[in-house]
């Protein structure tokens, strides 16, 4: 049954991207609702990304027909043809997140102008890196993405730094008549933070990405030598350290946002926060898909809420988690 788009919107993102659902909403208009369309749209490109029985023929003809409803959300025609391009829809959230592509675009459509461009460059620039990833080699049936750091950090950008420019994009439009001045360090230091959240989900996810065959983790950081898909404990610390430098340029990133934003402030640090306190955990090696506990992520909850605007207690808490992550490598 048809219902208001924004309906729909609110409703399917903690069904697809659960963590954000949860602070999306702490942004002031009309970022809340610009994120949350926009976070819906990138699921829509990642979907199309991740689906293994897509074709390569099918699977250009589906970012083809996404990028043309972005660019024109109001022709529901373009949202139906990309429906319609699925061979099979997948099951589950995702596939009526799908099959619901036309409330997307048209609760897109209702956005002020100046948030589309953002988020129209976004969704461009992901799919233009999506398109060009490939598999570099296949190890014990399971293809890898990347060569080296030097590769995982452009995945990264591809999927997250992207993701990271236009989310500041958006806030950078809410500071405007404020006197705060963004800089080009302040903008790469957001789109760091996108880095640093996708490879600490990597680190997180690898086992279980192995086990569909898949490695966004370089080769040259497994163990095969028992036959199972496992981390070298040196190519575990090197991620971890090159993940650390990423988060270590988002809380400067996260501190420079004028105390006054709360609301953008929570958004931040609920992503950033959680995932170094996930690192830590990581780095014991001793979980074979790491994740910090109900408990931690309520302390952490109630940390932001106590003390968003607090960068002395934030930082000490940051570095507190930093330098237990070092210990245990």
């Known amino acids: 049954m048809a219902c208001d788009p924004w309906t729909f919107c609110e409703r399917i993102l903690p069904d697809v991207s659960r963590s954000f659902a949860l602070i999306i909403p702490e942004c002031p208009p009309p970022i809340n609702r610009a994120l949350c369309v926009a976070y819906l749209i990138c699921r829509l490109a990642d979907t199309v990304e991740d689906e293994p029985a897509l074709s390569p023929e099918a699977r250009d003809r589906l970012y083809d027909a996404l990028l043309q409803a972005v660019e024109a959300p109001r022709d529901a025609a373009l949202a139906e043809d990309f429906v319609r391009a699925w061979p099979a829809i997948p099951e589950g959230s995702y596939g009526q997140l799908i099959r619901r592509t036309a409330e997307v675009m ?4 209702t956005l002020p102008p100046d948030c589309h461009p953002p988020i129209r ?3 461009r620039d992901m799919v233009a890196g999506m398109r060009k990833t490939a598999p570099v080699q296949t190890r014990n049936g399971i293809s890898f993405i990347c060569r080296d750091l030097a590769d995982l950090d452009q995945y990264c950008h ?20 404020t006197s705060f001045h963004p800089t080009d360090e302040w903008r790469e230091q957001g789109r760091r933070l996108g880095l640093g959240l996708q490879m600490t989900n990597i680190i997180k996810d690898c086992q279980v990405d192995a086990q569909r065959g898949v490695s966004f983790v370089p080769a040259d950081y497994v163990d095969f030598s028992t036959g199972a898909y496992r981390l070298r404990p040196a190519g575990r610390a090197e991620l971890i350290r090159h993940t650390l430098a990423h988060l270590d340029a988002a809380i400067l990133y996260c501190r ?9 402030r929570t958004f931040l640090l609920g992503s950033l926060l959680p995932a170094v306190a996930t690192l830590e955990v990581a780095a014991a090696g ?12 309520t302390e952490i909850l109630a940390l932001i809420t106590d003390h968003v ?4 207690t934030l930082v000490t808490w940051y ?11």
Do not use: H, N, W
């Not at 420079?256 to 953008?264: K, L, R």
């Not at 001793?286 to 992520?297: D, E, G, N, T």
């Not at 570095?319 to 490598?329: E, G, K, P, W």
């Open 106 to 109: 048209a609760a897109f459509a």
């Open 121 to 123: 460059a976004c969704v």
């Open 158 to 177: 591809y999927v997250a730094g992207t993701v990271g420019i236009m989310s500041t994009a958006l806030f950078e439009m809410r500071f405007g008549s």
């Open 256 to 264: 420079a946002v004028p105390g006054g934003e709360t609301g953008i």
């Open 286 to 297: 001793q979980q074979l898909q790491p994740k910090i506990s109900r408990a931690q992520m």
């Open 309 to 312: 605007s607090d960068d002395a």
């Open 319 to 329: 570095d507190a988690r930093r330098t237990a992550t070092l210990q245990r490598l």
